[in-house]
């Protein structure tokens, strides 16, 4: 077949990924596709990416978008948190309009539609569930994790099928990364941590930190030229740590993988952490914290000072399981995909 991906990952006009997390989870979905046999696309509204494994197919505005679904065969909207009211001041806007936009031109163009490792948070507004609900009404949904699949239960009113974190797919080349790195283990921690919470990050913690480790790096998960990570941070704090800025996720999972503890609130520093075997503690209480810390067992602190030096690992048994589920499940979306076409 002939897919075309959606998904959440854009580039900068700097060609590099606005959030390393989308990247990582929307290559994996890909080169997970292409492995078993499918040729496949992934589309981008920004600018041309010139990093990364996987190469984007640039569409300008919704008439390119229009044009590359009639050309394939199916549509695979996945990965990441996309059943979501993103853009809360916007009054049409951000995920629900584009899921929506892709479901109706599925509808039109005869080309199936699934929804594969998505993630659904709260949606507060009666008009964002609404577009939701009718975006994925009649197609098939494959969700991210047990609470992603209550809550379209509760919120879309539709039943789901669970699967896993797409970026899961790529937990062998997480860990091939790693071992031809051939750098060692050291005392490092790093923080990768939303724009919000990097704003907490005071002196005080980052002398707490140093007591205990001997490497401070901060990972800018998300990087778009808009308000990146590492530029809430305060401007004393970020002349103590080392900010590791214009990275792709092959880089960030070297660094993690070479660390001896990881604090995060982006949840795709907590996946990468989780698949190399690096101890991590989410700070937070998002929703998707809350499904991974549910899922996997590890620690939460409820603010920067709030950390141990004791952090377990993920539960090995439970990633392998959601590892197996979402591999086994992506064969289920592309046998059903056949299946209608």
């Not at 509808?107 to 609404?130: E, H, K, L, N, Q």
């Not at 970026?167 to 031809?180: K, N, Q, W």
């Not at 490497?215 to 970020?238: A, C, K, Y």
């Not at 070479?258 to 795709?268: E, G, P, Q």
């Amino acid at each position: 077949m002939k897919l075309l991906l959606v998904s959440a990952d854009r580039t900068t006009d700097s060609g590099v990924p606005t959030n390393l997390g989308d990247a990582l989870l929307t290559d994996a979905l890909a080169a997970g596709v292409r492995s078993r046999g499918h040729d496949v696309s992934v589309a981008d509204f920004g600018a041309l990416r010139t990093v990364g494994i996987e190469a984007r197919e640039k569409l300008t505005g919704p008439w390119g978008l229009i044009r590359e679904i009639r050309n394939a065969d199916a549509v695979i909207v996945g990965g990441g948190t996309l059943l979501q009211d993103d853009q809360p001041s916007e009054l049409f806007g951000g995920l629900p309009r584009l899921i929506l936009f892709v479901s109706l031109i599925g509808w039109i163009s005869r080309t199936p539609v699934v929804y594969f490792g998505v993630g659904c948070d709260p949606i507060a507004r009666w008009t964002m569930r609404c577009l939701v609900r009718l975006a994925v009404k009649g197609r098939r949904v494959w969700a991210r994790d047990l609470e992603s699949v209550q809550r379209c239960a509760d919120l879309l009113k539709i039943k789901v099928e669970l699967a896993a974190d797409v970026s899961l797919l790529f937990a062998d080349r997480l860990g091939d990364l790693i071992a031809s790195s051939n750098v060692a283990q050291s005392n490092q921690l790093v923080l990768a941590l939303t724009a919000l919470d990097a704003q907490t990050l005071t002196s005080h913690a980052v002398a707490r930190f140093k007591s205990e480790f001997d490497t401070i790096v901060f990972v800018p998960m998300h990087q778009g030229e808009d308000r990146g990570d590492s530029e809430s941070l305060l401007d004393e704090v970020g002349s103590q740590i080392e900010v590791l800025r214009g990275l792709t996720w092959e880089d960030t999972v070297t660094v993690f993988g070479r660390s001896k503890m990881v604090i995060a609130s982006r949840m795709h520093a907590m996946y990468i952490s989780a698949m190399v075997g690096v101890p991590v503690a989410a700070l937070g209480s998002s929703p998707k914290i809350d499904a991974f810390i549910s899922e996997f067992g590890i620690s939460r602190i409820e603010g920067i000072d709030g950390w141990s030096a004791i952090t377990p690992l993920a539960d090995a048994v439970s990633v392998a399981m959601a590892r197996a589920r979402v591999e086994a499940q992506l064969d289920s979306a592309l046998r059903h995909l056949g299946s209608v076409l």
